[in-house]
């Protein structure tokens, strides 16, 4: 089966501009998850969907950071202004209901450099 | 809050040198467990979990033991070779009974020399 895809794989931007990112799951994951990974850190989740209804957000920079998932497939995430601490990848992973915690599937991130 | 600690790397070993990396956690309730490996290049890829107390995970000779007294989920093989160079993530899984948020810890780099 195919896996997470994601675009852009990179991206440069000037602090205070916008960008977008965009998901696509694996076919049939109900969960799509977007987390932060600064250099030299573990993933941090910023957002989890269960189909297109937000389960977790508590951790989403409200103020600059917004995402979408609809119709429950494909997601974005945008942030707008940028600022400079913003520089990370952002990676997207997706899961399906197993009855036990499921096993997250990983894209391969974009990476935010801001200027 | 739930926490994951992990070794400070890097780890440098000689090729068919074993391997531990160890691994710690601070959370409620019973958490599943789970390596995650990040190869160059490449995406994060779920190595091996274990979903209670005293289960091991295993995968391409990687083996974990949920350790619940010591509050532990160290990561061992037992001859490393140069392509299991990667960096190494812990992490903990809380939520519902089908999905939930990792937390992970900030990840080990392994350097394996020929």
């Known amino acids: 089966e195919a896996g997470v895809a994601q675009s852009p794989r990179y991206k440069i931007i000037e602090k205070r501009q916008s960008v977008a990112f965009w998901c696509n799951p694996i076919s049939g994951h109900a969960t799509l998850y977007w987390y932060q990974q600064i250099l030299g850190q573990g993933p941090k989740l910023l957002i989890q969907f269960q189909n297109n209804g937000v389960v977790d957000d508590s951790q989403l920079p409200k103020d600059r950071f917004s995402a979408e998932r609809l119709k429950g497939v494909d997601s974005t995430l945008k942030i707008q202004p940028a600022k400079l601490e913003d520089s990370a990848v952002y990676l997207c992973?997706?899961?399906?209901?197993?009855?036990?915690?499921?096993?997250?599937?990983f894209g391969p991130g974009t990476r935010l450099t801001v200027l | 809050g739930n926490s994951v600690t992990q070794m400070e790397g890097p780890v440098t070993l000689s090729e068919e040198a074993f391997l531990t990396i160890n691994c710690t956690y601070t959370?409620?309730?019973?958490?599943?467990l789970f390596w995650y490996v990040q190869y160059p290049g490449e995406g994060l890829q779920l190595l091996l979990k274990?979903?209670?107390?005293?289960d091991k995970g295993s995968n391409k000779g990687f083996e974990a033991t949920y350790r619940k007294e010591t509050t532990s989920f160290h990561l061992e093989k037992g001859s490393v070779q140069v392509s299991d160079s990667a960096v190494y993530f812990c992490a903990l899984g809380h939520g519902s009974s089908n999905t939930g948020k990792l937390i992970f810890g900030q990840g080990t780099t392994l350097q394996v020399k020929p």
């Open positions: 992973a997706s899961s399906r209901p197993t009855g036990s915690v499921g096993t997250q599937y």
């Open positions: 959370a409620t309730g019973y958490p599943s």
């Open positions: 274990a979903t209670k107390a005293d």
